[in-house]
Structures are given as structure tokens and as C-alpha cells.
Nanobody, 127 residues
Framework: VQLQASGGGLVQAGGSLRLSCTAAVSGRTFSAYSVGWFRQAPGKEREFVAAIKRAGGTTFYADSVKGRFTISRDNAKNTVYLQMNSLKFEDTAAYYC???????????????????WGQGTQVTVSS
């Protein structure tokens, strides 16, 4: 599985961005993969942002983004989206998408359990 993240940029606080994670898959269909978004700011550890499970599409969010970010997927386009609204300065980071075909719900928020990662897309929020 190859993942391509895009959609980052510079935005003012309070603004919105939509990130996309598009997958090239072989063998299994894209719907068989759970997908997560993680972020890492300079000098900080990677942190979970949001995830969407394969099949039923159950979603998971970090407390810091609940009510502001929405994760969704379009399996026909092999793409997962992260709609980010009401952006804050502290949302500034490189955002990465990751995928895995065998995650259980309790593992969705742990990046160590994802097998496939895309390159990052930078989100910079100006205060």
C-alpha cells in the first residue's frame, strides 16, 4: 500500500483545511484498510489525531480535535479525508496518514500498530 497525503498549507487561526490521503493498493480493496491521521510538531512526539475503521467506518478522535475535525472516507476514490475547522496555532504540525488491514478498535490510536505510512503534509496555523 502506498499512501499520498496532500492538502496542507498556511492558514490563519479559525480557518479550515481539508487533508486528503489517497492510497494505491493491490490485492485487497481500500475498504479493507483502517486509516489514521497522526501529527508531529517540531520537538514533540507524534500524536494521534483521528482514525476511521475499515468496513463499518467507525471513527475515533483525539480529545484535542473533537468537534473541530472530521474524518471520512470515499472507498471508490481510495481516499480518506480530514476536514479541519476552527484551526488553532497548536494544530501546527506535519500531518501523516497511515493504514493497516488488521487493526482492532483498541489499537486504532496507536501509530505503532499501523504498517503503512505516507509522507507528511505540513499544516501551519498563524495566530
Amino acid at each position: 500500500v502506498q499512501l499520498q497525503a496532500s492538502g496542507g498549507g498556511l492558514v490563519q487561526a479559525g480557518g479550515s483545511l481539508r487533508l486528503s490521503c489517497t492510497a494505491a493498493v493491490s490485492g485487497r480493496t481500500f475498504s479493507a484498510y483502517s486509516v489514521g491521521w497522526f501529527r508531529q510538531a517540531p520537538g514533540k512526539e507524534r500524536e494521534f489525531v483521528a482514525a476511521i475503521k475499515r468496513a463499518g467506518g467507525t471513527t475515533f478522535y483525539a480529545d484535542s480535535v473533537k468537534g473541530r475535525f472530521t474524518i471520512s472516507r470515499d472507498n471508490a476514490k481510495n481516499t480518506v479525508y480530514l476536514q479541519m475547522n476552527s484551526l488553532k496555532f497548536e494544530d501546527t504540525a506535519a500531518y501523516y496518514c497511515a493504514a493497516d488491514a488488521s487493526l482492532i478498535s483498541s489499537s486504532m490510536m496507536n501509530g505503532d500498530h499501523y504498517d503503512y505510512w505516507g509522507q507528511g503534509t505540513q499544516v501551519t496555523v498563524s495566530s
